[in-house]
């Protein structure tokens, strides 16, 4: 199984401004990237692929999903983003369903594209399909 495996919506604007974002900020090149609606992704993750409205993220065999896959990405090294551990203050819950909010309005807002985003060529080594 890959690891530091980052699953998105390869449809979702959100979810690819995201995926930029972290690609610029991966100092070491640890994370790879897959859409939910991938091969990789049912293979890995299996009927988790239908839940479109998470993040998920798997690192050594553990799947994180929604604010905890966000927690999950921020303990990694290279990143920068440590700082946002300040958040996890809040419960569980109360995280989550403002995920789940964002979620459920991020195609009106962010847009939803035709089709899954395709790497550049540069980009390509950090995909899997």
């Known amino acids: 199984m890959p690891n530091n495996v980052v699953f998105f919506d390869g449809v979702c604007g959100l979810c ?4 930029n974002w972290l690609i610029r ?6 994370l790879r ?3 939910l609606q991938g091969i990789t992704a049912k293979q890995i993750l299996g009927e988790k692929t239908s839940d479109m409205n998470s993040v998920i993220f798997v ?6 999903e929604k604010s905890e896959a966000f927690f999950a990405l921020a303990n990694l090294p290279g990143l920068g983003l440590k700082w946002l551990r300040v958040f996890r203050i809040f419960p569980l819950g109360l995280r989550d369903r403002v995920y789940d909010w964002i979620a459920r309005h991020r195609y009106r807002w962010w847009g939803k594209h035709e089709t899954c985003r395709i790497p550049t060529p540069a980009e390509r080594k950090f ?3």
């Open 59 to 64: 690192q050594n065999g553990v799947v994180f």
């Open 25 to 30: 900020r991966d100092r070491f090149g640890i």
């Open 33 to 35: 990237f897959a859409p």
């Open 127 to 129: 995909f899997l399909d």
């Open 16 to 19: 690819n401004c995201t995926v």
